[in-house]
């Protein structure tokens, strides 16, 4: 009977959550795609040979993002909000590995924009576990298929390994604060649920007691 109450009131919580991660991905959408655009001076200091390829790169990451951002503001986007929110993670993260292959591979040292979008992600967006789990993942598996795959410079073994621990440590740190954010935003929503509860059985009795005096009153008067 405990168990159905809490897997009935976490689906509660999570229609309550549904406004929150729209707003959130609403802000996400915008500082990926300012962030996307304003690192082109990147390109100038590390990569000026790539900076007509990789501009094309953050212009496809902040088309997609436009379209996830328009989508939040239609029936569809109420519907999937928990995609949408995991696809603003992903698209740049996805631009960010391409831009790696595309360059020095596991020398690149836009490594870092990954480890900027778990950072992001994990501190703006209120994640469920399932969905950070699911956004690190895609990072992790798209560095080593980056690194992997580009052929133009040697494989850095030191080099990819120490990056690899670097995004792996930090994607733990960033699970561990979403899973204890979570506890904390659940628990709270707990409390709340129950004080709302016992207002409403207050109310109710309350209402009840008035209905059986005004039916005392009725009887009394009427045996009179």
């Given at each position: 009977m405990i168990e159905q109450s809490e897997i009935r009131l976490k689906k509660i919580f999570n229609r309550?959550?549904?406004?929150?991660?729209?707003?959130?991905?609403?802000y996400c959408c915008w500082l990926s795609m300012l962030g996307m655009l304003s690192a082109v001076l990147l390109e100038y200091c590390f990569y000026p040979q790539f900076l007509y390829d990789f501009f094309i790169v953050r212009l496809g990451c902040v088309a997609f993002t436009g379209i996830i951002l328009l989508l939040t503001y239609f029936k569809f986007g109420d519907n999937h909000i928990s995609l949408l929110h995991i696809l603003t993670a992903v698209i740049p993260c996805l631009a960010m590995n391409i831009m790696i292959y595309m360059s020095e591979g596991s020398t690149s040292p836009y490594y870092v924009g990954l480890i900027l979008i778990i950072v992001m992600a994990s501190s703006v967006m209120p994640w469920l576990i399932r969905d950070v789990l699911v956004v690190i993942g895609?990072?992790?598996v798209c560095y080593i298929l980056a690194c992997l795959l580009h052929t133009k410079t040697?494989?850095?073994?030191?080099?990819?390994?120490?990056?690899?621990?670097?995004?792996?440590f930090v994607a733990g740190l960033s699970i561990s604060a979403n899973y204890i954010n979570a506890k904390i935003r659940f628990k709270e929503f707990k409390a709340k649920h129950k004080i709302q509860a016992l207002l409403e059985e207050k109310e109710e009795t309350e209402l009840k007691l008035i209905r059986s005096e005004r039916l005392n009153a009725i009887g009394t008067l009427a045996a009179g």
């Open positions: 309550y959550n549904k406004p929150l991660l729209k707003v959130s991905t609403i895609v990072i992790i040697p494989l850095n073994i030191k080099i990819f390994l120490g990056n690899l621990y670097f995004l792996l």
